[in-house]
């Protein structure tokens, strides 16, 4: 297939491989937000005595945050747990079809079931309105909880990208 005019799953695909990075790299500058926090909790306890249930709340959700809506990031850069004994090994053709059928067979269906086992818990905590259990935390648990089938989401979006360049290299290499 020409490069100089991609299929429309193709195009599809290295548009949905954008939005995947583009969420990740936005997202990274989180862990500095959450470095620094970290750095002020512990100044604040140490040097003045003070602490904030707050402020280490907000850790914990920056942190669920990037873990959360970067695994279609880490999935798209090849930075995922996979078991490399043979894979490296493999031509590009196997290891096409290996990245389609762990797509369709793992990785579409895990991320799916994220999404859609998780809907009912969250919609669950939007109606409540939940918030922290410790006195003084943040009342937005529920948001932190939509956390939960956007990751499915997303990660669904990058397997499927990542399925359909599998397939694109099957059958077009």
Not at 15 to 26: E, F, P
Not at 147 to 160: H, K, N, R, S
């Amino acid at each position: 297939m020409s490069e100089l005019h991609p299929s429309p799953v193709k195009r599809l695909a290295q548009q949905l491989d954008k939005l995947s990075h583009a969420i990740g790299t936005t997202l990274s500058w989180l862990t500095l937000a959450m470095v620094l926090l970290v750095a002020l909790i512990v100044i604040l306890r140490s040097l003045l005595g003070i602490g904030s249930i707050a402020l280490q709340e907000s850790v914990v959700y920056l942190h669920a945050t990037v873990l959360s809506l970067c695994l279609g990031f880490n999935v798209l850069h090849d930075k995922h747990v996979r078991v490399d004994v043979f894979y490296n090994r493999f031509t590009t053709q196997q290891k096409a079809w290996i990245d389609a059928l762990g797509g369709v067979v793992f990785l579409l269906p895990f991320a799916l079931f994220l999404a859609f086992v998780s809907l009912e818990f969250t919609l669950n905590a939007w109606q409540i309105r939940e918030t922290s259990a410790d006195p003084g935390g943040l009342p937005l648990v529920f948001v932190l909880k939509t956390l939960l089938p956007l990751a499915g989401a997303l990660l669904a979006v990058q397997a499927f990208s990542n399925v359909a360049k599998a397939v694109i290299r099957i059958t077009w290499d």
